[in-house]
């Protein structure tokens, strides 16, 4: 009877325990970019960035330069979203963590004469960024994979599908004027510097 | 020996199931607004916001309108953050949950030809608003609290000081034109129509 209630007690304790590091697993696993990405180096969008992403900062770009060709020019604003733990590393380190994913969603954009002047904000996807910092060089072969991320594009009318071909085609010309700051503007994302 | 091996489990169950507990109100505690408001209504700025708020949207407003006297009019970014599970509460109900908090934090910024356009980004903290949704008119004396919201402002020569003295005076005429939308700016806010 008493090694009975030994044995009860005892595995009560290891299922409470069990549900309490899986509870805590799941907040870290948040972090790993390497989960959105399979043996090849092939990169998913991220779901549930919105909610469960931080927002490191956006630019607003005016008369913006149309990604999409046969578009007008137009107001642009880019919302750029981390995984949870990179903002916190970055301002203890001055580096992203291997595993950091970012996604940059941008926006087209509506504006108006609101009560403190010409406002201008978010409305209507257009594409969506997606970087893993990877520090350890994991895919050579892949031209996706190079200089120390994996990058990325998606676009609405197939927001599930990876649509770039080669970081130097797709994405090194926008980004090469961040290069020394490991490719990311961080001038416009203030969580970087102070909480 | 078997009755001490008995309890040695219970009180192990006990523990790990404590901390279980713990962790998850952590994480639940984080969105009752109301912990940051003493008994007459005093609003506190919440600490930690960067990091542990969801962004809702920005808006760049573009040759605004200073609100520190003595300014110059020239752009300004705003961050809208609130307390979690805020938007999705809201994407269900259509409704902001009472005890939500909305920082508002407002930026200078600077701007130059990126590779993209005319870029605007975030710079240097001009001042803070904070709402905190009350559904149940909790301080009917409190001229701080008006129309469902307590409001509150705060200025980073003294951060920590709500300096607001009245909703109808220092609030209500910027927001008017929100009125209809429980007096926050929704439609600059994509995380609140979807995920």
């Known amino acids: 009877m008493e090694m009975k209630l030994a ?10 325990l069990a549900g309490y590091r899986e509870a805590r697993s799941q907040v870290h696993k948040t972090c790993d970019g390497f989960d959105l990405v399979d043996k090849s180096g092939n990169i998913r ?9 931080q ?4 630019f607003t770009v005016l008369d913006a330069i149309p990604m999409a060709s046969g578009s007008e020019r ?14 916190e590393y970055y301002r ?16 087209g954009s509506d504006h108006g004469p609101l009560t403190t ?17 990877d520090a350890k060089g994991r895919f050579p072969q892949n031209p996706l994979w190079s200089d120390g991320w994996g990058w990325a594009l998606f676009k609405p009318d197939s927001p599930d599908k990876q649509i770039a071909t080669g970081f130097a085609k797709d994405c090194q010309g926008c980004h090469i004027p961040a290069s020394s ?15």
Do not use: C, N
């Open 45 to 53: 969008k991220p779901v549930g960035y919105r909610d469960h992403y």
């Open 117 to 133: 002047g010409d406002a201008h904000w978010a409305s209507g996807t257009k594409q969506w960024f997606v970087m893993i910092k």
């Open 55 to 58: 927002i490191l900062g956006t």
């Open 92 to 107: 203890k380190t001055g580096q992203f963590p291997d595993g950091a994913v970012l996604v940059k969603e941008v926006f």
């Open 7 to 16: 044995s009860i007690g005892v595995v009560l304790a290891l299922i409470a």
């Open 74 to 87: 137009g107001a642009e604003i880019h919302y750029t979203y981390a995984s949870p733990g990179t903002a």
């Open 181 to 195: 700051t490991d490719w990311v503007y961080v001038q416009g994302y203030p969580v970087l510097s102070s909480k």
